[in-house]
């Protein structure tokens, strides 16, 4: 198993998924189990998991997928950019999706968001608690934002 046995994988059947505002997503469809496992065994992240849409007509379909932190997805890409042919566009978007977000803690914090809810008059604990982060974050992201702090 190698980068450029998984890039082919990627360019014939997976995808890139760039949610707006979300973690970037790899997915890799196949109904060959052992070369998912062997993938995933390769690279140290991700889940499987098999559909039986069809059964008695069709194999089951496998998903590997990954969605995770960054600090995992990123290098994976990375390690893609230049092997892959059909998706290169594809993951350089995606790489530059990651490289322009603003993280805390591996969590994507949305200034936009922060600065709107301040705006309607919310509090930091407020807006800390939508967000599932810190107030003190909220805060320090927020002065920073408008170059207070």
Known sequence: MNWDYIAG???????ILIP????????????NRESLEEIKN??????????????GKWKPSGIYSITNSRKIILPILEELKDRC????????????FIKEKKWYRDKYVDIQLIKKLRNEGKSYREIAKTLSIAHETVRKRY???????
């Not at 790899?26 to 109904?31: P, Q």
């Open 9 to 15: 994988f990627v360019d014939g059947e997976g995808s």
């Open 42 to 55: 390769f690279i140290g992240y991700g889940t499987i998991r098999f559909v039986d849409r069809n059964p």
């Open 143 to 149: 002065l920073l934002s408008i170059r207070l702090y």
């Open 20 to 31: 707006q505002n979300k973690r970037v997503k790899i997915s890799i469809y196949n109904t």
């Open 85 to 96: 042919i059909i998706k290169k566009e594809k993951i350089n978007e995606a790489i530059e």
